[in-house]
């Protein structure tokens, strides 16, 4: 894990590895930060979705039993709301590296679209 240093605070920076080992045993909360469009399209599976056009810090869940991982398309948008989040009070935060993008080229299991139905389907990376 990396650490990125912002006028608000240090922000975590977790890699496709990291995420996805903490979150097959049940240690974080992945949050999207997408448009409703992309998250529709593609996503990780389990993640929500708090897009960054309708972000609110104080309306995430606690961090005591589970952290908080960030992401989007690149990683630009999850590190803007990983500040948003650090300037609210919070103590830590965290983002994925390279965001999806990264969690794909890391060959990582996600939720696409079957292009022929439009119904969701599981891609294994």
Same mark, same amino acid.
Do not use: N
């Given at each position: 894990?990396? $650490?990125?240093? $912002? /006028?608000?605070? /240090?922000?975590?920076? !977790?890699?496709?590895?990291?995420?996805?080992?903490?979150?097959?045993?049940?240690? @974080?909360?992945?949050?999207?930060? #997408?448009?409703?469009?992309? +998250? %529709? =399209?593609? *996503?990780?599976?389990?993640?929500?979705?708090?897009? %960054?056009?309708? =972000?609110?810090?104080?309306?995430?869940? &606690?961090?005591? /039993?589970?952290?908080?991982?960030? +992401?989007?398309?690149?990683? %630009? #948008?999850?590190?803007?709301?990983?500040?948003?989040?650090?300037?609210?009070?919070?103590?830590? @935060?965290? *983002?994925?590296? &390279?965001?999806?993008? &990264? !969690?794909?080229?890391?060959?990582?299991?996600?939720?696409? $679209?079957?292009?022929?139905?439009?119904?969701?389907? #599981?891609?294994?990376?």
């Amino acid at each position: 894990m990396e $650490t990125q240093s $912002t /006028d608000a605070g /240090d922000i975590e920076v !977790w890699t496709a590895d990291e995420v996805a080992e903490a979150k097959a045993k049940g240690e @974080i909360v992945l949050v999207d930060v #997408r448009t409703p469009q992309e +998250y %529709m =399209f593609e *996503h990780i599976e389990g993640a929500l979705l708090m897009p %960054m056009s309708f =972000f609110d810090a104080g309306s995430l869940p &606690g961090q005591s /039993d589970k952290r908080i991982v960030l +992401y989007c398309g690149s990683s %630009m #948008r999850s590190g803007k709301m990983a500040e948003k989040v650090l300037a609210s009070g919070a103590g830590k @935060i965290a *983002h994925l590296k &390279g965001g999806f993008g &990264g !969690w794909k080229e890391a060959k990582k299991p996600y939720i696409g $679209t079957e292009m022929s139905t439009g119904a969701p389907k #599981r891609v294994d990376g």
